[in-house]
Nanobody, 122 residues
Framework: QVQLVESGGGLVQAGGSLRLSCAASGSIRSINHMGWYRQAPGNQRELVAR???????NYADSVKGRFTVSRDNAKNTVYLQMNSLKPEDTAVYYC????????????????WGQGTQVTVSS
């Protein structure tokens, strides 16, 4: 069974920084891409940033230049460094991973973390 465990959320003032972490554990054979989504009250879940196993990244326009996604493949962990935070960044942030498990022959599947709250005060 695969688990994605997030940490690092919290309350911060506008202009501040937070770093989110997400570690994937379980019988993991390989991970394709990992990333972060967020959902604010009344809104749909949206992509924030994503990184492939090769290190290619893509970001939502609203966070470009402020957020940086990175990963440690050896630790099956993805990070999101969030700088210059704005009140509109307030949301529940979800870790996402597309991976395959053992045994050999299993297909890639999508997994989600439980979410971590990020609140930015003005």
């Amino acid at each position: 069974q695969v688990q994605l465990v997030e940490s690092g959320g919290g309350l911060v003032q506008a202009g501040g920084s937070l770093r989110l972490s997400c570690a994937a554990s379980g019988s993991i054979r390989s991970i394709n891409h990992m990333g972060w989504y967020r959902q604010a009250p009344g809104n749909q879940r949206e992509l924030v940033a994503r990184i492939t196993s090769g290190g290619s990244t893509n970001y939502a326009d609203s966070v470009k230049g402020r957020f940086t996604v990175s990963r440690d493949n050896a630790k099956n962990t993805v990070y999101l460094q969030m700088n210059s935070l704005k009140p509109e960044d307030t949301a529940v942030y979800y870790c996402n991973a597309v991976l395959r498990t053992y045994p050999i022959g299993s297909s890639y599947r999508e997994y989600w973390g439980q979410g971590t709250q990020v609140t930015v005060s003005s």
